[in-house]
């Protein structure tokens, strides 16, 4: 077993995620498929990436329990700026229920590439307007789901 230097409360952080990611995959099967077949329905994509989720928290769960601490790091998992940024991501599937898609998502993906300062302000335009653009798209014509 290799010693491997961790972050303060980076074991609570993934168990959390886990946490998250497993209530995440028990939601998406409540979600009503209609009368289409499971592998088409509305459901298929947050079961899909929710499995991820799990699996990806999982392991990172279990690569922090099974390495051993070799010293006590002074960074802080629970930073402030992604506290916030979590809050953020709360307020957006608040918005969810009250705007509509196209609007709530520009209007979060436009707020996440400026406050992490990913990339230029046109840039991040360009980039919100296609990936909402083809997520629309792609929902309508292939899962038929209606906006």
């Known amino acids: 077993m290799k010693a491997v230097k961790y972050k303060t409360g980076e074991r609570e952080a993934n168990a959390i995620f886990l946490l998250v990611a497993v209530f ?4 998406s099967f409540f979600i009503d498929g209609g009368n289409y077949p499971a592998w088409s329905s509305a459901k298929i994509v947050p079961i899909l990436l929710s499995t ?3 699996v990806c928290a999982l392991l990172s769960l279990l690569e922090v329990i099974r390495v051993k601490r070799a010293s006590q790091a002074s960074e802080n998992v629970f930073q402030l700026k992604v506290l916030l940024y979590i809050g953020a991501y709360f307020l957006y599937v608040v918005a969810l229920f009250l705007l509509p898609f196209w609007l709530a998502s520009v209007v979060f993906l436009m707020f996440s590439f400026l406050y992490w300062k ?17 997520s629309m798209i792609l929902f309508a014509k292939v899962f038929k789901i209606a906006f």
């Open 52 to 54: 991820v989720m799990v």
């Open 24 to 27: 995440f995959l028990v939601s």
């Open 118 to 134: 990913s990339l230029p302000v046109m840039k991040a335009a360009v980039t919100v307007a296609a990936t909402v653009a083809i």
